[in-house]
């Protein structure tokens, strides 16, 4: 038996649904008319495997657990909703359109200040119930990261 | 001049306000007819002349900056709304009514499980307009703490 008291309040998932609201307010920010301000730019990964995430077809083929996209200057049709957000990005000259929910993004960063948040992998292929909960036995991973323990995304 | 890029984006202050949220969500579990499960309780500090704050007078007396109450057994009449919570506690024996807006917040720490939230200190007098910001420049004070961090509040 493990010393440590379970946490039956499930904080750890309480503080991960709150910070993935600071994804969405981030992505509004980027889908305001001015765009990112100064040198703000964001690279998010996500799980390819997440229900309701739709990638084009080849883009699953190439990353079939999870990708990374930047979303810098080229952007376009960005539209963060409630749950999910959709945009299109430029591949191999190709724009394709993703539509990612904010439930299976494992990474959040913003290079240009160096803020990170990192998100539980929440285990829910697109064909299990969507009702999988958040594990609340594993040690908090859901939190902004002090600048000097930031590192680059993988690109 | 300072060598780190100006955060333009307020992640500080996105991420203090989506934490904010935690203690609501974890006010609303302990507001259920059941109340708090297990061994959970919480220590929560708040700024007693933060606006919208409202407790006795003998109690804003005794606490003119800051305060800090514990939620077990003994409280009642806790209603968790969307900007602020009231709550009923004995001091003394007399039991006294509080009003406290999220916002007023400085920690929120629950020993069971020694999850702790540190939230800066938003300087706002209760004659202040509403809409001092956050600063943006400080480090980043909100977030959860690992367990071996935690320290208890002081009562």
Redesign the interface.
């Known amino acids: 038996m493990p010393d ?6 499930n ?2 998932g ?2 991960q649904e ?2 993935r ?2 994804v969405r ?2 992505l509004k ?1 980027a889908a305001a008319p001015k765009g990112l ?4 730019h964001f690279y998010i990964s996500f799980r390819t495997d997440h229900k309701g995430v739709s990638v084009p077809a080849d883009l699953l083929a190439k990353y079939p657990e999870e990708m990374t996209i930047v979303l810098r200057q080229s952007y376009r049709d960005l539209a963060p909703g409630e749950t999910y957000f959709t945009v299109t990005l430029e591949f191999g000259g190709q724009p394709k359109s993703l539509s990612i929910p904010y439930a299976s993004i494992t990474r959040f960063y ?1 290079p ?2 160096q ?1 990170l948040l990192q998100f539980e992998a929440v285990e829910m292929p697109a064909d299990a119930p969507a009702a999988t909960p958040l594990s609340a036995a594993k ?2 991973a ?3 990261a ?2 000097d323990k930031a590192k680059p995304a993988a690109p």
Chains 1, 2 share one sequence.
């Not at 440590?4 to 309040?9: E, R």
């Not at 301000?37 to 703000?40: A, F, I, T, V």
């Open positions: 440590k008291p379970k946490d039956l309040m904080y750890e309480l503080a709150a910070l609201g600071v307010a981030a920010k301000p100064g040198e703000h913003d240009s200040v803020f040690p908090l859901a939190k902004p002090a600048a």
